[in-house]
């Protein structure tokens, strides 16, 4: 049976409000002013540690960035479900995959413990064997280690294990590893997939049971 991976923010869910109000809630504690929405959406994708760094900028020195870090997970903690959503579709299509007998997993550059909480308190941890984040191993996406790790946990082939994600950073995460990729056409960061084209495309995960399907005939 397929493993179907998927990336969580931007492609499972919509959550930029929240780490945009945790960065900037992080900025004013700080003594910073507040960042645009788009300019933090711009920042995610590569971890918390990298996200804090670049909201910081340049001039930041290693115990600001520090004490910032510390800050923003503290706050995103408590505060990370006050907006994030699944995006339409979403829920629908594990189900669907999930009746297929499909495996799944979640791969994401958040830390492990927030995107384990996140799929649980979201109602649909249920549909994942496994949810690996940025610190679950010594290196993040595009690092194919997380891929490898889960086709040997539960024995799939590469030749019909799937990564779904809405950047660049997971179609290379895909190749790296020697398996399929998907992008996602809304998200917080598709406007990278142009720079790294996945082998399909989709405007929502309700087209992806269909497509997996069609791709083992």
Known sequence: MPLVIFD??????????????????????????????????????????????????PGATETVLEEALAYFLGYYREHMLDHTRPYPGVVE????????????AVLT??????????????????????????????QKKPDPIGIRTLTRECGAELAVTWMVGDSATDVLTARNAGVRSVGVSYGIS????????????????????????????
């Open 8 to 57: 969580l923010d931007g492609t499972l869910v919509d959550s930029v409000q929240d780490l945009c109000n945790a960065v900037n809630a992080t900025r004013e504690y700080i003594g910073m002013t507040p960042l645009p929405q788009a300019t933090v959406a711009s920042y995610v994708g590569n971890g918390a540690p990298v996200l804090i760094r670049r909201a910081m900028g």
């Open 93 to 104: 299509a594990l189900e669907s995959l999930h009746c297929a007998g499909h495996r799944m």
């Open 109 to 138: 550059n958040k830390p492990e413990r927030f995107s384990r909480d996140m799929c649980t308190g979201l109602g649909f941890g249920k549909y994942f064997f496994q949810v690996y984040g940025g610190n679950s191993f010594e």
């Open 190 to 217: 598709p406007e990278s997939l142009e720079e790294a084209p996945p082998d399909f495309m989709v405007d929502s995960l309700l087209e992806l049971p269909g497509l997996i399907a069609a791709a083992a005939l």
